[in-house]
């Protein structure tokens, strides 16, 4: 797999989640996926992803930045949502707050196998003081 297919991929699966096709989530992720090192299974990844859209009902997906070296892809996704009650252990409650997430993945025939992903906590934080 060449970086050009892994770029069309990695956009289709954004595409994906964006339009919650929870259905044809198994086209981009494996059915053994691990995140942040914890093994959550194509049915645990599912179920965290609908929780995800459940907190944050204007949840969108924006790549800002994106890097494909294989089986790598990088990217620096860009969220500008309001997440319901607590998020990330912050009390948002439905303020609009703008923050980031730096994410990498590892893809094996075409699909992600292991995701490590971190959330800029910290620009929330700075949103809700104001």
Not at 5 to 24: F, G, K, M, T, V
Request: hydrophobic share 40%.
């Amino acid at each position: 797999m060449n970086s050009p297919d892994l770029d069309e991929i990695y956009r289709e699966y954004i595409a994906c989640l964006n339009s919650q096709d929870w259905q044809n989530l198994a086209c981009f992720v494996s059915d053994e996926v691990v995140h942040n090192g914890r093994r959550l299974g194509l049915s645990g990844y599912r179920s965290m992803l609908v929780h995800d859209f459940e907190q944050i009902p204007d949840l969108h997906f924006s790549i800002h930045l994106l890097v494909c070296e294989p089986p790598h892809v990088a990217a620096r996704l860009a969220f500008d949502c309001a997440p319901k009650g607590t998020f990330l252990g912050l009390d948002v409650n439905g303020r609009q707050v703008s923050f980031t997430e730096n994410v990498f993945y590892r893809f094996q025939t075409g699909k992600i196998t292991e995701v490590w992903s971190v959330i800029d906590k910290a620009a929330i934080e700075v949103q809700l003081k104001q």
